[in-house]
């Protein structure tokens, strides 16, 4: 039981790391604009998973970094839906 938490939280964490990374390269590239709702999206979902990974490993920075970026992309969210 031990080792499959170990490994859904190691998932939980290449899995924020994915979404980000992919939100960020499509946006790069042209392919999404970073007000769709694709990449508010994929980086809500990326900076959740980073969070719960950074707050099991204590690492303090990241979790507050992404909490940052995650209230960011909410707020941006919000005003897409709105407008």
Same mark, same amino acid.
């Given at each position: 039981?031990? &080792?499959?938490?170990?490994?859904?939280?190691?998932?939980?964490?290449?899995?924020?790391?994915?979404?980000? +990374?992919?939100?960020?390269?499509?946006?790069?590239?042209?392919?999404? *604009?970073?007000? @769709?709702?694709?990449?508010?999206?994929?980086?809500?979902?990326?900076?959740?998973?980073?969070?719960?990974?950074?707050?099991?490993?204590?690492?303090?920075? @990241?979790?507050? +970094?992404? *909490?940052?970026?995650?209230?960011?992309? &909410?707020? &941006?969210?919000?005003?897409?839906?709105?407008?």
């Amino acid at each position: 039981m031990l &080792a499959l938490q170990k490994y859904l939280r190691e998932a939980i964490g290449w899995a924020g790391a994915l979404f980000s +990374l992919s939100a960020f390269s499509l946006n790069s590239l042209n392919v999404i *604009s970073s007000q @769709s709702m694709e990449y508010l999206l994929m980086n809500v979902i990326g900076c959740f998973f980073l969070i719960l990974y950074a707050v099991h490993k204590k690492a303090h920075a @990241s979790w507050v +970094l992404n *909490s940052i970026w995650l209230l960011i992309t &909410a707020v &941006a969210l919000v005003k897409v839906f709105l407008a």
